[in-house]
């Protein structure tokens, strides 16, 4: 679905004349443009056609085109602002390796720790439960918890909410019997 809303815009910027947008998003490949510039592209577009990203195909094409012309005239600054983005990433992977393995450590370590969760609780409980061997598992909801915490405070918001939109469009689609 992205992906044709990329190519949608794309389009739409080499009609206008938007060189900087056509060959951002030419070079976008899949739809997982979650922080990437093209996701970014898109979001702004989005903005100022007055809808929401998925709505893109929506738009008449002649604000379509308005809100990528001015997407293209405010390029220079969402490029920078996303440098800067990539940049502090970078200067926050400096500075943990100055501090050593434990510094980098309990950010993977905490990631590897959940998946033994799920694994243990999903899993091997299970197993051992079949074969007469008593293990009480942490609650799903716990740890569902304890993952959604993980997620919006490492992987940032954007991960929950993506997680958070799905479900509900899942509940949505099942409740209309899709």
Do not use: C
């Amino acid at each position: 679905m992205m992906s044709a809303i990329v190519g949608m815009i794309a389009s739409v910027a080499a009609k206008v004349g938007a060189p900087i947008i056509k060959g951002v998003l030419q070079k976008q490949l899949g739809d997982n443009i979650a922080g990437t510039l093209a996701g970014t592209i898109v979001d702004t577009v989005a903005s100022k056609a007055g809808v929401e990203p998925e709505e893109i195909e929506t738009v008449d094409e002649k604000d379509l085109e308005s809100a990528v012309t001015d997407t293209e005239a405010q390029m220079p600054e969402v490029i920078a602002l996303w440098q800067k983005g990539v940049e502090a990433q970078f200067d926050l992977l400096k500075s943990d390796e100055k501090f050593g393995f434990f510094n980098i450590f309990w950010r993977a370590g905490w990631m590897y720790l959940l998946g033994l969760f799920w694994i243990w609780r999903i899993v091997i409980v299970p197993i051992t439960n079949a074969y007469g061997v008593p293990i009480e598992g942490v609650d799903i909801a716990v740890l569902a918890t304890l993952t959604g915490w993980f997620m919006a405070l490492y992987m940032g918001g954007h991960t929950l909410k993506e997680i958070g939109k799905n479900v509900a469009d899942s509940v949505k689609s099942r409740r209309r019997g899709e």
